[in-house]
Protein backbone atom coordinates (compact mmCIF):
# COMPACT_ATOMS: atom_id res chain seq x y z
CA UNK A 1 0.00 0.00 0.00
CA UNK A 2 0.95 3.22 -0.76
CA UNK A 3 1.70 5.82 2.05
CA UNK A 4 2.03 9.46 1.82
CA UNK A 5 3.28 11.68 4.60
CA UNK A 6 2.64 15.85 4.72
CA UNK A 7 5.75 17.69 5.10
CA UNK A 8 5.86 19.29 8.43
CA UNK A 9 6.00 22.80 9.06
CA UNK A 10 9.26 24.42 9.38
CA UNK A 11 9.89 24.55 13.20
CA UNK A 12 10.22 27.54 15.12
CA UNK A 13 13.58 29.16 15.34
CA UNK A 14 14.43 29.20 18.89
CA UNK A 15 18.02 30.02 18.81
CA UNK A 16 16.46 34.06 17.33
CA UNK A 17 16.47 37.01 19.86
CA UNK A 18 13.94 38.65 20.98
CA UNK A 19 13.62 42.43 20.01
CA UNK A 20 13.87 43.73 23.05
CA UNK A 21 17.16 41.21 23.66
CA UNK A 22 18.64 42.49 20.58
CA UNK A 23 17.84 45.74 21.62
CA UNK A 24 19.19 45.41 24.62
CA UNK A 25 22.40 43.69 23.30
CA UNK A 26 23.19 45.78 20.53
CA UNK A 27 23.16 48.77 23.22
CA UNK A 28 25.28 47.48 25.54
CA UNK A 29 27.69 46.10 22.41
CA UNK A 30 28.08 49.60 21.39
CA UNK A 31 28.00 51.94 24.73
CA UNK A 32 31.06 49.53 26.37
CA UNK A 33 32.77 48.81 23.33
CA UNK A 34 36.46 50.80 23.43
CA UNK A 35 35.27 52.71 19.80
CA UNK A 36 32.95 54.32 22.30
CA UNK A 37 34.10 57.69 22.70
CA UNK A 38 34.36 58.26 26.36
CA UNK A 39 38.23 58.67 26.15
CA UNK A 40 38.35 55.76 28.30
CA UNK A 41 42.14 54.99 26.34
CA UNK A 42 43.10 57.84 27.54
CA UNK A 43 43.38 56.48 31.58
CA UNK A 44 45.33 53.81 33.01
CA UNK A 45 44.11 53.82 36.64
CA UNK A 46 47.20 53.89 37.70
CA UNK A 47 49.04 50.76 36.12
CA UNK A 48 51.09 53.34 34.32
CA UNK A 49 52.84 54.06 37.90
CA UNK A 50 53.09 50.30 38.77
CA UNK A 51 54.93 49.53 35.55
CA UNK A 52 57.33 51.81 36.45
CA UNK A 53 57.79 50.97 39.70
CA UNK A 54 58.30 47.37 38.73
CA UNK A 55 55.61 46.11 40.15
CA UNK A 56 53.57 45.32 36.82
CA UNK A 57 56.31 43.61 34.40
CA UNK A 58 55.17 40.68 32.48
CA UNK A 59 51.19 39.03 31.79
CA UNK A 60 51.50 37.15 35.29
CA UNK A 61 52.16 40.46 37.10
CA UNK A 62 49.10 42.06 35.15
CA UNK A 63 47.05 39.49 35.88
CA UNK A 64 47.48 39.17 39.80
CA UNK A 65 47.20 43.32 39.72
CA UNK A 66 43.94 43.10 38.12
CA UNK A 67 42.55 40.34 40.04
CA UNK A 68 43.34 42.65 43.49
CA UNK A 69 41.57 45.89 41.17
CA UNK A 70 38.50 43.90 40.21
CA UNK A 71 37.75 41.69 43.41
CA UNK A 72 39.05 44.04 46.15
CA UNK A 73 39.32 47.82 44.58
CA UNK A 74 37.77 49.84 42.19
CA UNK A 75 35.90 47.02 39.90
CA UNK A 76 33.43 45.47 43.03
CA UNK A 77 32.77 49.13 44.16
CA UNK A 78 32.23 50.38 41.09
CA UNK A 79 29.64 47.21 40.05
CA UNK A 80 27.65 48.42 43.36
CA UNK A 81 27.28 51.79 42.09
CA UNK A 82 26.27 50.67 39.13
CA UNK A 83 23.62 48.41 40.33
CA UNK A 84 22.26 50.45 43.16
CA UNK A 85 22.24 53.46 40.70
CA UNK A 86 20.22 51.33 38.10
CA UNK A 87 17.57 49.92 40.81
CA UNK A 88 17.30 53.70 41.79
CA UNK A 89 17.23 54.99 38.23
CA UNK A 90 14.46 51.80 37.50
CA UNK A 91 12.27 52.52 40.39
CA UNK A 92 12.45 56.82 39.30
CA UNK A 93 13.72 57.71 43.01
CA UNK A 94 15.50 60.53 42.09
CA UNK A 95 16.29 60.95 45.84
CA UNK A 96 18.08 57.65 46.42
CA UNK A 97 20.05 58.17 42.44
CA UNK A 98 21.57 61.86 44.07
CA UNK A 99 22.76 60.24 46.69
CA UNK A 100 24.53 57.32 45.48
CA UNK A 101 25.77 59.54 42.50
CA UNK A 102 27.40 61.95 45.40
CA UNK A 103 28.36 58.86 47.25
CA UNK A 104 29.77 57.30 44.35
CA UNK A 105 31.80 60.66 43.29
CA UNK A 106 33.12 60.77 46.95
CA UNK A 107 34.64 57.42 47.11
CA UNK A 108 37.72 58.32 44.39
CA UNK A 109 40.64 57.96 45.97
CA UNK A 110 42.69 60.56 44.10
CA UNK A 111 42.74 63.37 42.19
CA UNK A 112 43.55 61.55 39.06
CA UNK A 113 41.21 58.32 39.28
CA UNK A 114 38.21 61.21 39.94
CA UNK A 115 39.38 63.29 36.34
CA UNK A 116 39.15 59.45 34.51
CA UNK A 117 35.89 58.39 36.16
CA UNK A 118 34.49 62.04 36.13
CA UNK A 119 35.10 62.86 32.62
CA UNK A 120 33.94 59.53 31.02
CA UNK A 121 30.85 59.74 33.13
CA UNK A 122 29.66 62.99 31.85
CA UNK A 123 31.27 61.85 27.94
CA UNK A 124 29.16 58.97 28.35
CA UNK A 125 25.78 60.86 29.53
CA UNK A 126 26.37 63.71 26.64
CA UNK A 127 26.27 61.29 24.02
CA UNK A 128 23.59 59.30 25.20
CA UNK A 129 21.32 62.25 25.29
CA UNK A 130 22.96 62.83 21.85
CA UNK A 131 22.18 59.60 20.18
CA UNK A 132 20.51 57.66 22.27
CA UNK A 133 17.80 59.60 24.11
CA UNK A 134 15.00 58.12 25.97
CA UNK A 135 11.76 60.03 27.81
CA UNK A 136 12.40 60.10 31.38
CA UNK A 137 16.22 60.00 31.43
CA UNK A 138 16.80 64.03 31.48
CA UNK A 139 14.89 64.13 34.71
CA UNK A 140 16.51 61.14 36.38
CA UNK A 141 20.19 62.54 35.03
CA UNK A 142 18.99 66.13 36.74
CA UNK A 143 18.31 64.27 40.07
CA UNK A 144 22.54 63.61 40.20
CA UNK A 145 22.84 67.48 39.84
CA UNK A 146 26.68 67.33 38.35
CA UNK A 147 27.76 64.35 40.57
CA UNK A 148 27.86 61.57 37.24
CA UNK A 149 30.55 59.37 37.64
CA UNK A 150 31.13 56.65 35.12
CA UNK A 151 29.61 53.57 36.48
CA UNK A 152 26.74 55.46 37.83
CA UNK A 153 26.18 56.79 34.59
CA UNK A 154 26.36 53.65 33.10
CA UNK A 155 23.68 52.11 35.48
CA UNK A 156 21.38 55.01 34.41
CA UNK A 157 21.36 55.23 31.14
CA UNK A 158 20.76 51.34 31.21
CA UNK A 159 18.26 51.54 33.38
CA UNK A 160 16.19 54.16 30.76
CA UNK A 161 16.63 51.74 28.06
CA UNK A 162 15.04 48.92 29.93
CA UNK A 163 18.42 47.23 29.91
CA UNK A 164 18.71 44.46 32.94
CA UNK A 165 21.20 45.20 35.34
CA UNK A 166 23.07 41.59 34.82
CA UNK A 167 24.02 42.33 31.67
CA UNK A 168 24.98 45.34 32.23
CA UNK A 169 26.58 44.42 34.61
CA UNK A 170 28.53 41.86 32.96
CA UNK A 171 29.40 43.88 29.89
CA UNK A 172 30.69 46.87 31.94
CA UNK A 173 33.19 45.16 34.11
CA UNK A 174 34.57 43.62 30.81
CA UNK A 175 34.84 47.21 29.39
CA UNK A 176 36.69 48.46 32.43
CA UNK A 177 39.02 45.40 32.37
CA UNK A 178 39.94 45.43 28.87
CA UNK A 179 40.99 49.00 29.16
CA UNK A 180 42.81 47.90 32.12
CA UNK A 181 44.37 45.19 30.00
CA UNK A 182 44.63 47.26 26.86
CA UNK A 183 46.90 50.08 28.73
CA UNK A 184 48.95 47.30 30.58
CA UNK A 185 49.99 46.04 27.08
CA UNK A 186 51.05 48.95 26.24
CA UNK A 187 53.34 49.70 28.73
CA UNK A 188 54.75 46.30 29.62
CA UNK A 189 54.52 45.90 26.52
CA UNK A 190 52.68 42.74 25.58
CA UNK A 191 52.13 41.45 22.77
CA UNK A 192 48.02 40.80 21.73
CA UNK A 193 47.84 37.48 22.13
CA UNK A 194 49.20 37.37 25.67
CA UNK A 195 46.88 40.39 26.39
CA UNK A 196 43.76 37.98 25.31
CA UNK A 197 45.41 35.23 27.46
CA UNK A 198 45.42 37.44 30.82
CA UNK A 199 41.62 38.63 29.57
CA UNK A 200 40.83 34.93 29.53
CA UNK A 201 42.47 33.90 32.99
CA UNK A 202 40.17 37.00 34.37
CA UNK A 203 36.90 36.30 32.75
CA UNK A 204 36.23 34.02 36.03
CA UNK A 205 36.86 36.78 38.54
CA UNK A 206 35.03 39.25 36.24
CA UNK A 207 31.81 36.91 36.76
CA UNK A 208 32.17 36.78 40.41
CA UNK A 209 32.62 40.13 41.21
CA UNK A 210 29.62 41.14 39.06
CA UNK A 211 27.71 38.84 41.36
CA UNK A 212 29.19 40.01 44.69
CA UNK A 213 28.29 43.67 43.62
CA UNK A 214 24.82 42.25 43.28
CA UNK A 215 23.90 41.17 45.69
CA UNK A 216 25.78 43.86 47.90
CA UNK A 217 24.63 46.70 49.80
CA UNK A 218 26.15 49.89 49.91
CA UNK A 219 26.90 49.15 53.66
CA UNK A 220 29.66 46.34 51.88
CA UNK A 221 31.71 49.20 49.99
CA UNK A 222 34.99 48.73 50.69
CA UNK A 223 38.90 48.83 49.26
CA UNK A 224 41.65 47.42 50.58
CA UNK A 225 43.78 47.90 46.89
CA UNK A 226 46.19 50.04 49.24
CA UNK A 227 49.06 49.90 45.98
CA UNK A 228 46.43 50.61 43.40
CA UNK A 229 45.45 53.63 45.55
CA UNK A 230 48.97 55.18 45.88
CA UNK A 231 50.00 53.98 42.69
CA UNK A 232 46.91 56.44 41.67
CA UNK A 233 48.27 58.98 43.81
CA UNK A 234 51.90 59.12 42.82
CA UNK A 235 50.84 59.10 38.88
CA UNK A 236 49.92 62.42 39.36
CA UNK A 237 53.81 63.28 39.84
CA UNK A 238 55.08 60.32 37.40
CA UNK A 239 58.14 63.00 35.34
CA UNK A 240 57.41 60.53 32.11
CA UNK A 241 53.53 59.76 31.21
CA UNK A 242 51.18 58.19 28.40
CA UNK A 243 48.33 57.95 30.45
CA UNK A 244 46.23 61.33 32.46
CA UNK A 245 46.29 58.65 34.85
Known amino acids: MLMTTSKPPPPEDRDAMAESEASALYRLMTWLSPSFPVGAFSYSSGIE ?5 GDIVDAASLRDWLSAM ?16 HRAASSRDGAALRDIAELAAAFVPSRERQ ?32 AIVYPVAVGLVSAAHAI ?18 SAGARLVPLG ?4 QRVLAMLEPIVAATGHRALAATLDDLGSATFRADLAGMRHETQYTRLFRS
Do not use: K, Y
Open 49 to 53: WAVEA
Open 115 to 146: LETSSQGRAFIDIARSAWNRDGLDPMIASCED
Open 164 to 181: PLASTMHAFLHAVTSNWI
Open 70 to 85: LADGPGFCDGVFLAHA
Open 192 to 195: QTES
